[in-house]
């Protein structure tokens, strides 16, 4: 048990995460956040009306890893959060008006694609199949292990892994990998989606990331009780019990070190001393603004950025039994829409949308009758675009193509509205550019690109969230808090 008080900068769920996981351990632990409440990405938006949203992730998998730290701290997880399996999980609305429904169970989704689309239900198990094996090949080691030490490296899983990289598909695109799995187009495209899970592109990420889909269709999506925030929220609860100190409204400004050590932390109130520094800012930050003096890792900070996004909270006035917790309207030309993204860095004029609705399991998110629809468009990261104009364009756009879909004029029947786009998700949360997910994976090498957990030049500091390894999402954030917990503590 060690007593060296520790800071961490940010109360994202990874900060969260790693502020459980250290105090389970021992640590004092003190987390500074520039908000005035946690969450960062992970929010929650009210809007006059009775309508309650929540800000970011809408999708959640991996619940496994949010009860194990309630396992941890010799906690009933359920006295704390609450999920079910979503069925269906999505439902999707192609752009020449044919309807698929994602439904959990795997034989069930492959009928229903067999009956709408026309492609073999055992050619959709068969990929299914091969996705489950991929991420069972790999998972375990690059996501669970830093692949910053050479001591990852050793072990015979790692080794075994690595030997099974190149017919997992370093070579090829995921979207050359669904071309051959499928001849329909429309199917192709549903799994080409899985890219941007990540913040990627699916003509350019490597086919290995074909193994996303196993997570909600092998593995499970899953909805929580009171919503994404709850997560969050319950973690909170638990931090603050095991004795974590949360500070709000205090941005830190500065890591404090001597001679290649960390030894505090400088905020506008006051200046501390910390032994340990885990940073949950994005990395780009840290380095530019809380450590300029110090050299910063270059080649690291210029991988390309993920997508970012543009969304509209819209409390809307009618209910849509058709619709579910996840929706997606997909655009005609799903390349020119990634073209644009991450090639001329706009947005297409026929963007795929992706409508979340949470009322239809908790109705106090909405008022009786109406629904609270947050409607995501993926979008490039903040490079300077006119984003006023973009916006309106893309509204008009979203409002087109869902409206045509559903066979009803949506504009009017919205009844409150809050708009968020990569400027104010880069001013509320620090993320570079406002880029979701850190640096994209369109690289085949990315994930040994990422910056690791743990800085290789001051001691006592570390990494943890979207921005650093393995990656963004919420499952990828709540294991770099593991990572991060293991590597101080060994
Ligand atoms: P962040 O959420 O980035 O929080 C960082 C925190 O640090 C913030 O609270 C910020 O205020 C604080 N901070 C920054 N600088 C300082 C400072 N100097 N001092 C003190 N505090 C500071 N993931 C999924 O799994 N499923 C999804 O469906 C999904 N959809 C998404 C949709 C949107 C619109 C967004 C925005 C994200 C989505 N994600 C999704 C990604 C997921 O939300 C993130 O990967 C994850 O929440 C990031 O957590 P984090 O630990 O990196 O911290």
Redesign the pocket.
């Known amino acids: 048990m060690t007593q060296t008080p520790t800071a961490i900068?940010?109360?994202?769920?990874?900060?969260i995460a790693t502020a459980v996981r250290l105090a389970v351990r021992g640590h004092r632990v003190v987390v500074?956040?520039?908000?005035e409440s946690?969450?960062?990405?992970?929010h929650q938006v009210e809007l006059p009306g009775g309508y309650r949203f929540d800000?970011?992730?809408?999708?959640?998998?991996l619940p496994h890893l949010v009860d194990e730290l309630f396992e941890l701290a010799g906690r009933n997880p359920a006295d704390y959060f609450r999920y079910q399996r979503l069925d269906p999980i999505t439902e999707y609305f192609f752009a020449d008006g044919t309807r698929v429904t994602a439904w959990a169970d795997e034989k069930k989704f492959a009928r229903e694609v067999e009956e709408k689309l026309g492609v073999p239900a055992a050619d959709v198990r068969a990929f299914l199949a091969r996705s489950g094996r991929a991420y069972d090949a790999t998972a375990g080691t690059f996501l669970q292990k830093s692949l910053h030490k050479a001591g990852t490296y050793l072990s015979p899983d790692v080794l075994k892994a690595l030997a099974a990289l190149p017919q997992l598909g370093l070579t090829s695109t995921m979207h050359q990998r669904h071309e051959a799995a499928f001849s329909d187009p429309r199917l192709v495209q549903l799994f080409d989606r899985f890219a941007t899970?990540n913040g990627s592109d699916p003509y350019q990420a490597p086919a290995t990331l074909s193994m996303i889909p196993h997570l909600e269709h092998g593995i499970g999506a899953f909805y929580p009780e009171g919503g994404i925030y709850a997560i969050a929220q319950s973690l909170v609860r638990l931090a603050e019990e095991l004795g974590v100190e949360f500070r709000y409204n205090?941005?830190?400004?500065e890591i404090l070190t001597e001679s290649g050590h960390i030894t505090g932390l400088r905020t506008d109130q006051d200046t501390y001393q910390f032994g340990q520094v885990v940073s949950?800012?994005?990395v780009v930050?840290t380095y530019r603004?809380?450590l300029p003096t110090q050299p910063a890792p270059e080649r690291t900070l210029s991988q390309p950025r993920s997508s970012s996004?543009l969304?509209f909270y819209w409390g809307v006035a009618r209910r849509f039994p058709e619709l579910g917790v996840h929706n997606i309207f997909f655009s005609e030309d799903y390349k020119r829409e990634f073209e644009a993204i991450f090639g001329q860095q706009t947005i297409s004029p026929d963007p795929t949308v992706y409508v979340n609705i949470t009322s239809g399991h908790t109705p106090t998110d909405a008022p009786e009758g109406h629904e609270n629809w947050f409607v995501?468009v993926n979008v490039p990261h903040d490079q300077g675009q006119d984003w006023p104009a973009l916006v309106a364009q893309t509204r008009a756009a979203v409002l087109r193509r869902v409206s045509q879909a559903l066979g009803t004029d949506i504009g009017p029947l919205i009844r409150a509205e809050h708009v968020?786009d990569p400027p104010g998700?880069a001013a509320?949360?620090?993320?570079f550019g406002g880029a979701?997910?850190g640096s994209s994976s369109n690289n085949a090498l990315a994930a040994f690109l990422r910056h690791p957990n743990f800085s290789r030049r001051l001691k006592g500091l570390y990494f943890?969230?979207?921005?650093v390894h393995p990656g963004?999402?919420?499952?990828?954030?709540l294991l770099s808090a593991h990572i991060v917990s293991d590597l101080m503590n060994n």
Request: include cysteine.
């Open positions: 900068i940010g109360a994202g769920i990874g900060g500074f956040e520039a908000q946690f969450g960062g990405k992970m800000g970011g992730p809408s999708l959640f998998t899970y205090e941005p830190v400004r949950n800012m994005d930050p603004h809380l996004a969304i995501m968020w998700i509320r949360t620090s993320s979701l997910y943890c969230g979207g921005s963004g999402g919420i499952p990828l954030c």
